[in-house]
């Protein structure tokens, strides 16, 4: 135990980065108390200044980089960097290094909480690809926090504290342009932003919420439609402004091509596609299955809907309205099927889910995860189920944060 407390400063080798958009860094030598340390590289000499104590470990920001990493760049963003803005946890990092860095996390988590050994994790090849169009204005939904003085601003990270910015440089031009955060919002708490691949552009009366990235926004319509035309995977859909849409405007076609490109669908194949949304994948698979039964499970109301209404000329896919853990404890989908895609919210699938999975005896799973860790701990159900993990992709969909997308191909 050390008996630092907050605002006390000191200095650090940083090590290995870790899973939360920091790095690991020790106090006294390499069995010395943990610090999670932001706004720094492996192997820099730093500065860093405690923020929070814990009982097993501490968070501190690098204040001063006494030795850089080649890797480090001057942040593109003015607001990033310790006690700034907290939307962006990159921002110091080169865009491959960005990537060097998700593969990290990637491959410990898969090693810690799927038990996957270095030689498997060499085999698979894991490597975070970019997707096109650079590290800014990718963002097609944000969502701000109003301050005091109904200002609109992004939360600083681990705080509830609005930091006034001008414009977010990672949103979406569009959304860049709506200057929200240059106006007063007296009657909101938070607003949030959509602009969309076909053109079209919302701003919501919202919900405060301190997670950092979101890709499901809500609220009702201030300003622009309450539905919102998309161009993915060959089809034009009309989704609601607040919900479930990829953030990044090249996800979903990149994560259908993997999807699609792992399971290899064959006509006459039947398929699940848990926790559907709108039914991006339920479609690629109808396109592929040549009219066998497509099954998608999605537990909010308004997306069902729209996964009717986008996918009425495909009569083979049925939209069910429940929570997968319940459609399948229930026996509302029933196997055999074939394939599965498995797309489920930041907490992923977990273990009932998975065996529920498993029983229904697939040729082949792909499980599209926002959260290595939460994807890692339901490929260790898997395993432990006698599956295999036969290929993982990873995509840099969130550029300038720590988040990163994965598509994993499980068989038995
Ligand atoms: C990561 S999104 C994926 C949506 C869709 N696959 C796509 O790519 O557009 C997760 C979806 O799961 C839904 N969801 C969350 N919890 C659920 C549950 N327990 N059962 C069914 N759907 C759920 C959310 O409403 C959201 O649409």
Known sequence: MT???????LPLTIGAVAHGGHCVARIGGPHGQVVFVRHTLPGEEVVAEITEVHRGYLRADAVEITVPSPDRVTPPCPWAGPGRCGGCDLQHVAPSAQRDWKT??????LRRLAGCTEHELDALGVRVEALPGGELGWRTRVRY???????????????????AIDRCRIAHPAIQ????????????DAVAAVATTAGDVTVLDSAPVAADLLDEVEGTPLTGPETVRERAAGREWTIPAAGFWQIHPAAPDTLVGAVLDLL??????????????AGLFAAALAGRTAGARVTLVESAPAAVAAARANLA???????VAARVDSALRRRRVTGPVDLVVLDPPRTGAGAPVVEGIVAAGPRAVAYVACDPAALARDVGTFRDAGWRLRALRAYDCFPMTQHVECVALLTR
């Open 145 to 163: 926090t109003v301050d005091a003085g109904d200002r609109a601003g992004l939360l600083k990270h681990r705080s509830h504290e609005v930091v």
């Open 3 to 9: 008996d630092l407390v907050e605002g006390d400063r």
């Open 313 to 319: 000329d495909l009569p083979q896919v049925e939209a």
């Open 104 to 109: 990290a996390v990637v491959r410990e988590q």
């Open 177 to 188: 342009s709506l200057d929200v955060t240059g106006r007063a919002w007296p009657a909101s």
């Open 264 to 277: 290899d669908p064959q006509p006459g194949e039947t398929s699940w596609d848990l926790y559907g949304g």
